[in-house]
């Protein structure tokens, strides 16, 4: 379970002097999962970057995803004169992208310029300290996940010039699992494949997936943080290589009410410290005790918790009956119809969660499941029987929230989540998720006009 699948600093430093090497990306994800940062030639960044960091405004955890800064967060506003933050190189995060020229990659963390200390309402910062608290009660999570995404053959350039209207998926059929159609995308999902490998991003496998041009890239399991850089450098790599060729590919949860949307299953497990014992090894039936209690919790906080695996308006759309997105917060054993299913055997059992959809910030949605299931543990809750059937039709579960005003309004009533991430960050993720609902309310939309226009 190595995460050591980097460079380290010192063959940085040699490549950066060799000239294979010059230009260092200074990189940190905001609150959308969207990597910024900066560019700095391999010269500076020896002379004055590698020990020191880079200053970036601190907007850039308080934007709305067209950048615009968004009143109301404690952190940041014009009334603080929107200072600056550190980004500080993390030197276990070294990888080079070999499908930008020249260029290397590394996450960073943020802190605070006058105190030096973390920011805690970074992205980055919130799931380290939800790792921390699993590491206080003995515990080394590890996290899997498998994000989903759509093929374009339009470029980027084509799909906004049409409006994103009249979009082209790269396959003509619906093409799970098929190897003829993934074969006619080979040039593309190939080529991401291939780059993630060399950039220190395992890849295990890639496949078709439910809808028309929809694909699936599953990376090596990971302890949390480790796992979300993969997923953020993932998802930005695979829009950048897929630009090179010509073509587009988009994360969005639901693009087409008629299409399949795209999710992001988050496979989850406990371990010892040392992770040498997996916690959750199951035999048979017989889950272990801290097992039951961890996907209680998670199923006990998944609704008030749901802002931080569906962020967006659009994320609430895929979640349709009869969609492979689930409706309902029951968990079962192997059972896709539901929000949670228990799989493999022995010391790779574990449970994913279904919920969170491709546009899901991967630092707070791992943050959102290891605080889930730290406080089924914390209570010792109990884990109603497995759900056997359609989850679909299921009477007697809860469900999920069918739309993000509700996910705002749960989140902000919920005491389970101030108490596992802290009233700033509770504060912080409540104004984002307003944001967004404010930002959706200053669009009259399509079908607002085909409905009303003439008829109202």
């Not at 308080?62 to 014009?78: E, T």
């Not at 590491?135 to 590890?142: E, I, K, N, T």
């Amino acid at each position: 379970m190595s995460d050591r699948v980097h460079v380290s600093r010192a063959e940085l430093q040699a490549r950066v002097d060799a000239g294979t090497i010059d230009t260092i990306l200074m990189v940190f994800p905001d609150l959308q999962g969207r990597l910024v940062g900066k560019r700095t030639t391999g010269r500076f960044f020896t002379e004055r970057v590698a020990d020191s960091g880079t200053e970036n405004c601190d907007y850039l955890i308080a934007l709305d995803m067209d950048d615009n800064p968004v009143p109301g967060y404690r952190f940041a506003s014009y009334e603080q004169g929107y200072g600056d933050m550190a980004a500080r190189a993390d030197w276990d995060t070294i990888r080079i992208t070999p499908w930008v020229e020249g260029t290397a990659m590394v996450l960073c963390d943020l802190f605070d310029v006058d105190a030096g200390e973390l920011i805690e309402v970074a992205p980055r910062t919130v799931l380290r300290r939800q790792v921390e608290a699993a590491a206080a009660q003995g515990y080394l999570p590890m996290i899997g996940s498998e994000i989903e995404f759509h093929l374009f053959a339009d470029t980027y350039e084509e799909a906004h010039e049409k409006g994103y209207r009249g979009l082209r998926p790269h396959s003509a059929f619906l093409q799970d699992y098929q190897i003829l159609q993934t074969t006619r995308d080979e040039y593309v999902i190939g080529a991401i494949r291939r780059g993630l490998e060399a950039a220190g991003v395992p890849v295990e496998f890639s496949k078709g997936e439910a809808g028309r041009g929809q694909h699936e890239i599953n990376l090596d399991y990971a302890t949390p943080i480790e796992m979300a850089d993969r997923n953020t450098v993932y998802k930005n790599a695979a829009k950048e290589i897929a630009a090179l060729e010509g073509r587009a590919v988009s994360f969005m949860a639901k693009w087409d009410m008629a299409e399949t949307g795209s999710s992001c299953h988050i496979h989850s497990s406990l371990w010892s410290l040392d992770g040498a014992t997996a916690l959750f090894a199951t035999h048979g039936d017989d889950m272990p005790d801290i097992f039951r209690h961890w996907v209680a919790g998670l199923v006990a906080t998944a609704r008030e918790f749901s802002l931080l695996w569906a962020p967006t308006l659009n994320s609430y759309k895929r979640f349709q009956p009869g969609s492979w997105a689930p409706t309902g917060i029951g968990w079962g054993r192997d059972n896709r119809t539901l929000g949670f299913r228990t799989v493999g055997h022995g010391s790779a059992s574990r449970v994913e969660c279904r919920i969170p959809g491709s546009d899901a910030n991967s630092y707070f949605a791992f943050a959102g499941t290891i605080a889930g299931g730290l406080h089924g543990i914390r209570n010792e809750l109990p884990l109603a029987p497995a759900y056997e059937g359609n989850g679909y039709e299921a009477a007697d579960i809860e469900r999920i929230p069918w739309n993000l005003p509700d996910a705002i309004d749960l989140w902000r009533r919920s005491d389970v989540a101030r108490e596992c991430f802290g009233d700033e960050v509770h504060h912080h993720i409540l104004t984002m998720g307003e944001a967004e609902w404010r930002a959706s309310n200053q669009t009259v939309t399509d079908w607002e006009l085909r409905r009303y226009w003439e008829r109202a």
